[in-house]
């Protein structure tokens, strides 16, 4: 089985955002910034899946400026075999990008596309459907398990009502949860061996596909200050506290 992993390069999750003053996004200058969490998910199911002799060859893609073959570098060093780097600057929406993966898929001839969720800078949960969508091919979204079964998959899906297992048949797309597994930490020897793996840069342009913004971005506003905690003596002082609050909230 061949494998294709899109992984994308966002402000890592431990980094406080701050909103720019104009309101335009988050700072992004200066700011550490790493793989999305999920995409890690997605890396390490693809990699478990060639150490269990289910596949043979890991692509990686990522779809940015040409700092994001930071990205792409660390996948290869989780065991990911060749890189490829959609070389984009500015902001790439959602539907751009399904496409440009639906470019690279056609391409590449994968048999799976793994990807994360969702990408927690915009948070959209929608590229992995979307592709799914462009291609026609079935989708198993949320992963927490991934067996492979008699050519095709079961995959244990996270739900609201807890777990759903589906079987789907390959070529398709999964996306990953945080539950999926618990992502490597590449070795140095891997980091080192990682430059060496090829990596394709290639410009978005050469894909013919537009990448002219569908959305308008009215303004990003930082979330309401935190109002601090505080401590209550026992359980009657609680109910007393929050049936004080109701009441002042039913007057608002
Ligand atoms: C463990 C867990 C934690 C989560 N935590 C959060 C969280 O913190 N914050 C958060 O925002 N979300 C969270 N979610 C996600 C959220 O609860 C929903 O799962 C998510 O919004 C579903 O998105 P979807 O596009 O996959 O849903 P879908 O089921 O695909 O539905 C998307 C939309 O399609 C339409 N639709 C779907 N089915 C039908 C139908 N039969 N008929 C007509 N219209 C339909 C509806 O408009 C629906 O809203 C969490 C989910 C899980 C499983």
């Not at 990682?194 to 506003?221: M, N």
């Amino acid at each position: 089985m061949k494998i294709l992993v899109a992984v994308k390069r966002v402000v890592d999750h431990a980094v406080r955002v701050r909103v720019r003053p104009d309101g335009s996004g988050v700072e992004t200058e200066n700011v550490r910034m790493s793989m999305n969490p999920f995409d890690k998910h997605a890396i390490e199911a693809a990699v478990q899946l060639a150490e269990a002799g289910h596949a043979s060859e890991i692509v990686v893609v990522s779809i940015g400026p040409k700092q994001s073959n930071d990205v792409i570098l660390t996948a290869l060093a989780m065991g990911a075999h060749r890189g490829i780097l959609i070389e984009a600057d500015g902001r790439v929406e959602t539907l751009a990008v399904a496409k440009l993966l639906k470019a690279v898929v056609a391409e590449e001839q994968p048999d799976l596309v793994l990807l994360g969720k969702q990408a927690v800078d915009d948070d959209s949960n929608q590229v992995g459907q979307m592709l799914a969508g462009l291609l026609d091919w079935p989708q198993a979204t949320f992963a927490s398990a991934i067996n492979v079964v008699d050519g095709g998959l079961e995959v244990t899906r996270e739900v609201d009502y807890g777990r759903a297992t589906v079987g789907v048949a390959l070529p398709a797309i999964v996306t990953a949860d945080l539950r999926l597994n618990s992502p490597r930490n590449a070795a140095l020897p891997m980091v080192m061996k990682a430059r060496s793996k090829p990596l394709a840069v290639r410009p978005a342009a050469e894909f013919g596909v537009d990448l002219t913004p569908r959305l308008k971005l009215e303004k990003v506003s930082p979330p309401a200050e935190r109002v601090a905690g505080r401590r209550v003596a026992d359980a009657a002082a609680l109910v007393a506290a929050i049936s004080s609050e109701l009441s002042e909230l039913e007057a608002l």
